[in-house]
């Protein structure tokens, strides 16, 4: 069975006719091609899914999107903004906290959520954020270490602004 | 925190910190995976698996799934027959299984439809109709004499060295029952690693498409685009020349990508069949199947060792198990003994291994291949040997260390070695000797160390041809493309080809475009494995790369009437040596050199020195180079339950010369965590019922299969040690797989100094730890005889084959 979805995503208001049992993660992948977010399950194990809901955090691979209808989704395509890399993605690119690159997604969107609610987390804070997510090249260290590089850039854009 | 700075002056980026050159396209989101393809008209494919760990096939019926709206196309294994396999000895797999499966998730037959949902379904109709067999779940089984049992329904392949024994291998250095003789302290142990995974976030997918001009592209995600392309030539009956295989940026490797596999060759037919692009993407189930991970091995040693602590005499007998499949076992089994020698010179040793085929997912190289396992138990006896002695476990070490410029009992070359640097740094930095005499029980420090090769000396089939290739085009516009076969798994090695190509022309990295891992554009590399990259992709660029260099500065020189000898490439611009006259820019200088020389463009290779000895198994060991790592752990283990935490690890790494420290400490740092994750609880483990589901995969999800999270890493202090070693690119070694191998005797020989409990396997449990303790309140041993000693009991009595005798190099 088939139903017409209005998903709003990355400030976009997207139409989507598709089938309803289609996860989220697939219909963003498979319908709307925004495949910058991925997959290592598809059954809520692994977080690489992740995206944001009104600014939570939640696996695509676990949300049915007509739940989200009228909700804004974020994800990583629309982190940057008119091209210009978020503070968090330019962090990422200098730590050397994307080695395979297949978590960052997911990574990035969560430690956007957490910056957002704690502009200033310390590293466990951070650890405990990004905890639901599986990394298998960095050991976490330059991940957790690009956060605070980047929440530390945001508190100076903020002053500045 | 590198060392000897000085020999970096006047480098530009070689030695620092610089971004991955693919870094922020990852951040944002924008690198596209093979999974991430969509092409027109793709069809999506799903392969039927075998729920039976040992069966003939008898029959397949894909009538109606082929009746089913939707499907476009099925297929068997009678549809691509030919058998393949990473090495030439070990040919034993099929695209999908014709006359039987050999583990449960052998794939039989698979069926391309308009969408995945639609093929998923189809799978349902396909009817297979087996004869079950008896099935081999465990090493003891599989070692069982075949004339015990039923000859032909009990081996796996017949191709086997005999019986289910997939292969054997026996080899003596020196002469082992002297070395014993000589010996003041001599212990015998067994040891258990058990197996476990690779467990990349991503799965394995392919997509391919059969072009108008008949010719096959497969985009994969491999770590192997060059024995992947190999494979499907045979595969596919078709000239080489008319397939392309383009591996797609790898999320996530580890060994676990480094074999042609089933569902590359599947898409391809599927492909063939429908003439349309076709893409099969694996379950997460199914990559705990595809496997080729880490072998569980069980060890008996038996280790001679004279008062001052030399080495008189090592004896390594190995019981590998192999899975259904050959993959790169018998290099595997090899390895379970060829490294051993390479840290602290071994007067007399021998080395005896079987590698056994059992029906469950085959085993194969992961990180460390076959290394972590004996490495494990070497570093764990030291540490014994050195309380027999009273020794410092450091001390103990620091006195034997392979000289450099040296050949190990096995016939190694050993250029430099920088361990007793790292194991000074770790131990310095750690306040090891007193933290481990001194601390309160539940506190523990442990001393792990390794060595790896920076690189296999051969290829995986033999041939005398250069191993990785690099060709360098340099546009009038100062744009520099440099094309080589390497792959980048996320380890950065397309940023290593970057950033020697502008250390060599004196350009921005930023100016670079890197072509990888295309068999139609590139030059072959053989791939991303055995931590081959960085030196042999390194040196081959640096061979392309200098003549132009020598072009652009001899065209220079003819125009501002300088010696060429005077000049040099610096900062996008033709500059004197001496600093006088004005910067002639890159792009000036380029075409200068075009004028002079016609189009821009140079190739360059690496071969491998060879290094290694002339007996049969020789070729596995020898290598340009070997890393060394040292690796302090700081435990807390309550010594009432057994739980425990890694609290700190401090790595030494002596990577000869980091090419980019962040990206070497990043690999360091990776390195450790998968160390720590498979010390502290990775496990692949099957059920090993005589009853059907024997052989079903206990834990095939990543919320059962636990690994670390970002909450249980602990911090990591992390040197290099730089001994700028003579056959690495600017003196560089290897850092991807190395680091890994002292992180599990670490953590072994800190819970004995933390509760006095001897772990002998690995993972080490806090179930484990708890046996050990009990043990040590009721003062009673447990079934290995040695109280709150917690490891193998049993080692199977078999008889290896007369040991091939090979003098030492001394003798």
Redo the contacts between chains.
């Keep these: 069975m088939k139903q017409l979805l209005t998903l709003k995503i990355n400030g976009e208001t997207h139409e989507v006719w598709t089938s309803t049992h289609k996860t989220l993660l697939e219909v963003l992948r498979e319908d709307l091609y925004l495949t910058g977010t991925k997959h290592g399950c598809e059954l809520g194990e692994c977080g690489a899914c992740s995206v944001l809901i009104d600014g939570e955090p939640v696996l695509a691979c676990l949300i049915l999107p007509v739940e989200v209808q009228g909700q804004e989704i974020q994800t990583i395509e629309g982190l940057a903004k008119n091209g210009v890399p978020h503070p968090l993605q330019t962090a990422f690119a200098e730590q050397g906290a994307s080695q395979c690159g297949y978590c960052s997604p997911a990574m990035l969107m969560t430690a956007k959520a957490l910056l957002e609610i704690n502009s200033n987390p310390d590293s466990n804070t951070i650890r405990e954020a990004l905890s639901g997510t599986l990394c298998r090249c960095t050991g976490y260290s330059k991940i957790i270490e690009a956060v605070e590089q980047a929440a530390g850039e945001l508190a100076v854009m903020r002053q500045n602004s | 925190m590198s060392e000897n700075k000085d020999f970096q002056a006047g480098l530009t980026w070689i030695g620092k910190s610089w ?2 050159v ?12 093979a ?2 393809m ?1 092409l027109p008209r793709m069809l999506f494919a799903k392969m039927l698996r075998s729920p039976h760990p040992h069966a003939r096939i008898k029959s397949i019926d894909l009538t109606q799934a082929l009746k089913r709206p939707g499907v476009v196309a099925a297929m068997t294994g009678k549809d691509l027959p030919i058998p393949f396999g990473i090495l030439p000895v070990s040919q034993d797999e099929e695209s999908l299984c014709v006359d039987k499966v050999r583990m449960i998730g052998d794939p039989v037959a698979a069926v391309a439809a308009i969408d995945e ?1 639609t093929a998923e379904s189809a799978l349902e109709d396909i009817v297979v109709e087996y004869e079950l067999l008896p099935s081999v779940l465990t090493i003891e089984d599989g070692l069982k004499s075949l004339e015990e049992t039923e000859i032909s329904k009990t081996q796996i392949h017949e191709y086997a060295d005999s019986g289910n024994i997939h292969k054997q291998v026996a080899l003596e250095f020196g002469d082992i029952e002297t070395g014993f003789a000589e010996a003041d302290h001599i212990r015998e142990e067994l040891y258990y690693y058990e197996g476990n995974t ?6 394995h997918s392919a997509v391919a498409q059969h072009g108008a001009d008949g010719r096959i592209t497969l985009w994969s995600s491999t770590q192997t685009p060059h024995y992947v392309h190999r494979a499907l030539a045979k595969v596919l009956e078709m000239p080489a020349s008319q397939i392309r295989v383009i591996a797609t ?6 060994g676990g990508k480094t074999d042609p596999f089933q569902h590359e060759m599947v898409v391809c037919k599927l492909a063939m069949m429908t003439g349309r692009p076709v893409k099969l993407t694996l ?2 189930e199914e990559v705990f199947y595809t496997h080729r991970g880490r072998h569980p091995v069980l060890m008996w040693v038996k280790a001679g060792m004279k008062s001052d602590g030399s080495i008189t005499a090592l004896h390594f007998r190995n019981f590998l198990d192999g899975g259904a499949y050959g993959s790169y076992g018998v290099a595997s089994t090899y390895y379970t003994g060829a490294l051993q020698t390479v840290t602290y010179p071994i007067a007399n040793y021998k080395f005896e291994a079987m590698r056994v085929f059992t029906n469950k997912a085959p085993c194969g190289p992961k990180r460390g291949h076959g290394t972590p396992q004996p490495r494990f138990a070497l570093e764990v006896l030291l540490d014994k040997f050195a309380e027999d002695l009273e020794l410092d476990p450091a001390e103990l070490r620091l006195r034997h260390l392979i000289p450099d410029n040296s050949k190990t009992v096995n016939h190694l070359t050993v250029t430099t070695n920088g361990l007793g640097e790292c194991i000074r740094k770790v131990t310095e930095a750690s306040r090891f000797q007193q933290q481990r005499t001194g601390s309160s029980l539940g506190k523990g420090f442990g001393l792990g160390c390794g060595s790896y090769l920076s690189g296999a000396g051969l290829p995986v089939y033999w041939n005398k041809m250069p191993h990785s290739g690099v060709q360098i085009k340099i546009d009038r516009g100062g744009g520099v493309t440099v094309f080589c076969g390497s792959t980048d ?4 090695s397309n940023s290593v080809l970057a950033g020697i190509v502008a250390e060599e022309l004196g350009i921005d990295i930023g100016n670079i475009i890197v072509v990888t891992a295309d068999t139609d554009l590139t030059p072959v590399d053989l791939g991303s494995y055995s931590s081959r990259v960085t030196l042999m992709t390194g040196n081959a660029a640096i061979d392309a790369a200098r003549p132009l260099r020598e072009k652009i500065l001899s065209a220079a020189s003819e125009v501002l009437k300088i010696p060429a000898e005077k000049l040099m490439l610096r900062n996008s611009s033709v500059l004197s040596k001496n600093g006088s006259g004005e910067p002639v820019s890159f792009v000036d200088a380029v075409q200068w050199a075009e004028t002079k020389y016609g189009m821009l463009g140079s190739v360059g290779s690496y071969t491998p020195p060879s290094h290694g000895g002339k007996y049969k198994g020789a070729g596995v060991g020898p290598s340009p180079n070997y890393s060394y790592s040292a690796c302090v752990a700081e435990v807390t283990c309550d010594p009432e339950s057994g739980i425990y935490r890694v609290d700190k690890l401090w790595m030494a790494h002596d990577i000869g010369q980091a090419i980019n420290e ?2 070497v ?2 690999q360091v ?2 390195s ?3 160390g720590l994750s498979e010390a502290m609880m990775e496990e692949q483990i099957y059920r090993t019922g005589k009853d059907n589901p024997g052989g079903l995969h206990k834990t095939p ?3 059962d299969y636990k ?1 670390l ?3 249980d ?1 602990p ?2 202090e992390t040197f290099l040690v730089e001994t700028h070693d003579p056959e690495g690119p600017y003196g560089a070694k290897e850092a991807g797989q190395g680091p890994l191998l002292p992180i599990m005797p670490a953590i072994a020989n800190a819970i004995y100094n933390a509760v006095g409990v001897r772990v002998d396997e690995v993972p080490i449990t806090p179930e484990k730890i708890y046996q050990g303790l009990k043990e040590l309140k009721s003062g009673k041993p447990g079934g290995s005889g040695v109280i709150g000693r917690v490891g193998p009991k049993k080692f199977p009595k078999i008889t290896f084959p007369e040991a091939i005798k090979v003098k030492s190099v001394d003798s």
């Design positions: 971004a991955q693919d870094g922020l396209a990852k951040a944002k989101g924008e690198t596209v995976y999974d991430d969509f949902e690779h467990l990349p976030i991503e799965q940026p790898v999320g996530g490797g580890f379950t997460r798994i996320g380890q950065g962040k990206l400490i990043g740092e990776g450790a965590y998968m999800s990543m919320l690994s999270t970002a909450l890493m911090e990591i």
